[in-house]
T-cell receptor, first 115, second 114 residues
């Protein structure tokens, strides 16, 4: 079945560091991928829609200069948290779907901890 | 806009008990409905889905029926196991427009005790 791989699974770094998270579709091509953020014991909040070959679409309230998204190929989208601060600590999850009418498949998530 | 209202947790059951997690939705048109499960420290896994009214999704003993008249998609399992302990999310995907993002409910934490 469709597999989405996310890397790294856990990041701990100092405040002010930029962190890049990768999301790969392993056995299908994905023109669209989604990035979510999840706070402890809460639901997923859609941050942005990543579009291959074009700019990402950000949800209201999400800073596009803070959360840089690049979708340079049909199998890879990256989320870079720039100059991360403790309030950016969270669980970030990506998803993609093989075809427009197929369910989304999720990566295993990246736990980001900013000290 | 679209929204999903999900039964608040946490839910604690004994092994072999019957499980129901309520989910209702608001959407225009004919959305697709999903249940996802999230185990601790992991991403979401699709549990089951239904794409039209009266469809029943089922997987691993879990079932949910798409009820358009009550705009509901309640999750049920006849006999839960300890390994079913996880967070369950109800979600919908709109049938209109070009976007394919999901709208999630708030999640329900299920703990099954031996």
């Amino acid at each position: 079945g469709a597999v989405v791989s996310q890397h790294p699974s856990w990041v701990i770094c100092k405040s002010g560091t930029s962190v890049k998270i990768e999301c790969r579709s392993l056995d299908f091509q994905a023109t669209t991928m989604f990035w979510y953020r999840q706070f402890p014991k809460q639901s997923l909040m859609l941050m942005a829609t990543s579009n291959e070959g074009s700019k990402a679409t950000y949800e209201q309230g999400v800073e596009k200069d803070k959360f840089l998204i690049n979708h340079a190929s049909l199998t890879l989208s990256t989320l870079t948290v720039t100059s991360a601060h403790p309030e950016d600590s969270s669980f970030y999850i990506c998803s993609a779907f093989p075809y427009s009418n197929q369910p989304q498949h999720f990566g295993d998530g990246t736990r980001l901890s900013i000290l | 806009g679209n929204s999903v209202t999900q039964m608040e947790g946490p839910v604690t059951l004994s092994e072999e008990a019957f499980l129901t997690i309520n989910c209702t939705y608001t959407a225009t048109g004919y959305p697709s409905l999903f249940w996802y499960v999230q185990y601790p420290g992991e991403g979401l896994q699709l549990l089951l889905k239904a794409t039209k009214a009266d469809d029943k999704g089922s997987n691993k003993g879990f079932e949910a029926t798409y009820r358009k008249e009550t705009t509901s998609f309640h999750l049920e399992k006849g006999s839960v196991q300890v390994s079913d302990s996880a967070v369950y999310f109800c979600a919908l995907r709109s049938s209109s427009g070009s976007a394919r993002q999901l709208t999630f409910g708030s999640g329900t934490q299920l703990t099954v005790l031996p």
